[in-house]
């Protein structure tokens, strides 16, 4: 009996020195596509590359091309100040890889790998799904589209695999469009070497948003995330050591973009502002994002095209020199190509 109270006042001592110290089981939604980065995270209503799979696939079926090939790189840096750079990491990432392929004339099948969510632990673990995706065009104005797939996380720890749904929907009205968007929650569990069996639950998100024609050729674009926090959750040895989150502004993610397209000369250019966040177990921190990006498309003899994009986000994190990681500043560079025929 003494041995079994004994367990039970160091797993408490374990639980409570967790959430005290902050430094683990944290985890971030990341954002797919340079194109969708670069305006702002705002995509949702404008592009129709594979990455949408994930983004909104609803708007997969608007690509008129019999096949869609993507691939995507990432890299970043840290950035302490704008003179010194230190913890000079540079991450390179082959975030996303992916496919479409026309069924018929209103019809189209795409499949999608990529990363979904950083969860920043010891050791990191980035979970990624391969994603399988059908998209319709019911009518002129309204378009349709769903993805499942299952979830793998890529860690030292071999967490178990999940599935997860992305279900899509826009609406077309001359230069005015709106969507909506539901990707399902998943859960997880691994073994960690600090703090025993972890169970986890991803919360689900809910993302509207509507972009418009202000002048010819440029695009406003907005979008609204709402991440549904109170039904996030991590069990340590079946105690749960996430806090719930009493700010509504923390389930509230808003984004804005600008998009300017030279039809003629062939590029876009696009600007965006946005928020998110990093989840940690007592609270959630606000990180705020700069966004750049164009377009070059390129024409191949025998192919549709190939479009080339580069992105630039740079990202501040704020009130996180108690976490990691510890920095002020990260600058993260997007490059994408899209081969169509």
Do not use: W
């Not at 025993?196 to 024609?213: A, Y």
């Not at 946005?274 to 940690?280: A, F, G, N, W």
């Amino acid at each position: 009996m003494e041995s079994f109270f004994s367990k039970q006042a160091i797993l408490l001592l374990l639980v409570f020195y967790i959430v005290s110290t902050c430094d683990a089981i944290q985890f971030e939604f990341l954002s797919q596509g340079a194109k969708n980065i670069a305006v702002g995270r705002t995509g949702a209503n404008l592009f129709k590359d594979p990455t949408l799979t994930i983004v909104n696939p609803a708007n997969i079926s608007l690509e008129n091309s019999y096949i869609s090939l993507y691939y995507e790189a990432t890299s970043s840096v840290n950035v302490g100040n704008i003179i010194e750079l230190y913890r000079k990491r540079f991450v390179f990432d082959p975030a996303n890889i992916g496919i479409s392929i026309r069924i018929d004339d209103l019809t189209r099948l795409s499949i999608l790998y990529t990363t979904y969510i950083y969860d920043i632990d010891t050791p990191e673990t980035f979970y990624k799904p391969f994603l399988f995706g059908l998209s319709r065009k019911v009518n002129s104005f309204l378009l349709l589209g769903g993805a499942v797939g299952p979830v793998f996380g890529i860690s030292e720890n071999i967490p178990t695999f999940s599935f997860m749904a992305v279900g899509g929907l826009k609406v077309k009205l001359d230069d005015f469009r709106a969507s909506i968007v539901l990707k399902s929650p998943f859960s997880t569990s691994y073994q960690n070497p600090y703090y025993g069996l972890i169970q986890q639950t991803f919360p689900p998100v809910v993302s509207t948003g509507i972009s418009f024609s202000i002048v010819n050729s440029l695009i406003v674009s907005t979008s609204l995330d709402l991440v549904f926090l109170n039904l996030m959750s991590a069990r340590a040895d079946n105690y749960e050591i996430f806090t719930s989150r009493d700010n509504l502004l923390d389930y509230l993610l808003p984004k804005i973009g600008f998009i300017y397209y030279d039809d003629i000369s062939g590029y876009r250019i696009m600007l965006g502002f946005s928020k998110t966040q990093l989840e940690i177990i007592s609270r959630s921190y606000s990180q705020f994002h700069l966004t750049a990006g164009v377009t070059f498309f390129i024409r191949i003899p025998n192919f549709n095209d190939f479009e080339v994009n580069f992105c630039v986000d740079d990202q501040i994190l704020l009130n996180v020199l108690r976490i990691f990681p510890e920095n002020t500043r990260k600058i993260s560079i997007y490059v994408s190509g899209e081969l169509r025929f």
